[in-house]
């Protein structure tokens, strides 16, 4: 079963508090999401360690529950 949208939002607020998400469904199937993350916690970190900290709030649900997130990352101003 499909990870809804507000699932996905609320784990990767619970994993970078602070950080506003911005999600699209891409497919129309909640099942194929992109993500648009500005969040304090990515500053000094390369693009890589961004994503990996984004990817990380969802453990073992990527690939399976999270079929597919496409991620981009933002430092705030």
Known sequence: MPMPGHEIEAAIKAALP????????????NDHWAAKVTAPQFAGKSRV???KM???AFGDK??????ALQVTTVVPN
């Open 54 to 56: 984004v990817y990380a």
């Open 18 to 29: 602070g950080a506003i998400v911005e999600l699209t469904d891409l497919a129309g199937d």
């Open 62 to 67: 990527m690939g399976g529950e999270l079929h």
């Open 49 to 51: 360690q961004q994503h």
